[in-house]
């Protein structure tokens, strides 16, 4: 099992930045990721990362805007959200697995074993 434990959302007017950050520990993880959740919507893929090849993936929602990248000294990922939209408003949640899944997988939130509790991120217009 890998705890998780998430920091660094609020509310940003659009235009604006925020990082979030994700903090492991536990098991040894193959792949992190970031996964966000509106009001009244599923639970989507923001974007995730290899632990061992640096290997990142990224919605194409979010593309060009977000950045995904980590600290092994820390066993932490950090989500950078720049250029935010209102339409990014959602709950934030850090996603772990121990396993390896091809890279088509690691959209899916069925990949991942252990999440965080979300971090609410809110942009205004």
């Known amino acids: 099992q890998v705890q998780l434990v998430e920091s660094g959302g609020g509310l940003v007017q659009a235009g604006g930045s925020l990082r979030l950050s994700c903090a492991a520990s536990?098991?040894?993880?193959?792949?992190m990721a970031w996964f966000r959740q509106a009001p009244g919507k599923e639970r989507e893929f923001v974007g995730a990362i290899r632990w061992s090849i640096d290997s990142t993936y990224y919605a194409d929602s979010v593309k060009g805007r977000f950045t995904i990248s980590k600290n092994n000294a820390k066993n932490t990922v950090h989500l950078q959200m720049n250029t935010l939209k209102p339409e990014d408003t959602a709950v934030y949640y850090c996603?772990?697995?121990?396993?390896?899944?091809?890279?088509?997988?690691?959209?899916?939130?069925?990949?991942?074993?252990?999440w965080g509790q979300g971090t609410q991120v809110t942009v205004s217009s």
């Open positions: 996603a772990a697995s121990v396993a390896f899944y091809p890279g088509s997988y690691v959209y899916r939130t069925a990949a991942y074993d252990d």
């Open positions: 536990g098991r040894t993880v193959n792949t």
